[in-house]
Every structure is written in structure tokens, then in C-alpha cells.
């Protein structure tokens, strides 16, 4: 059985992030097809240190408006 919890919701709706009670897995979901850098490292960095495995993450290719 899987448990999420919604991580962090942005002020501005602009992303979230989703992950597994123990920390097996980690997804974070943009509305639009990209994060800022600044964004995403201090995201990486706050969810490497509560041993979420970071080094999992792949960046998905969106085409579209």
C-alpha cells in the first residue's frame, strides 16, 4: 500500500511536491513545463536531507503551450 502526502503546495499553485511516508519516492510536479533552477536545487536540497532519494529524479520532456 502506498502513502503519500502532499510535501509542499507553492503560495502561487505553481508546483508541488508529492512523496511516500517512508521516503521511497519523491515526485515534484510543475503546472508549467519547467522550474527554475533557483527553485528546483533548494527543493533537491531540503528533500536530500530528510532522505528522500533525490538522485531518482528524471526531468520529463513537455511539448505544447
Known sequence: MYRILLRYLAPDYSYVVVGH???QFLFIMSRKPG???????M??????????P????TSQKHSGS
Not at 527543493?43 to 528522500?52: E, G, P, T, V
Open 21 to 23: 511516508t517512508e521516503h
Open 35 to 41: 522550474i527554475d533552477k533557483k527553485t528546483y536545487d
Open 43 to 52: 527543493l533537491i536540497a531540503k528533500y536530500k536531507a530528510m532522505s528522500y
Open 54 to 57: 533525490v538522485e531518482k529524479l
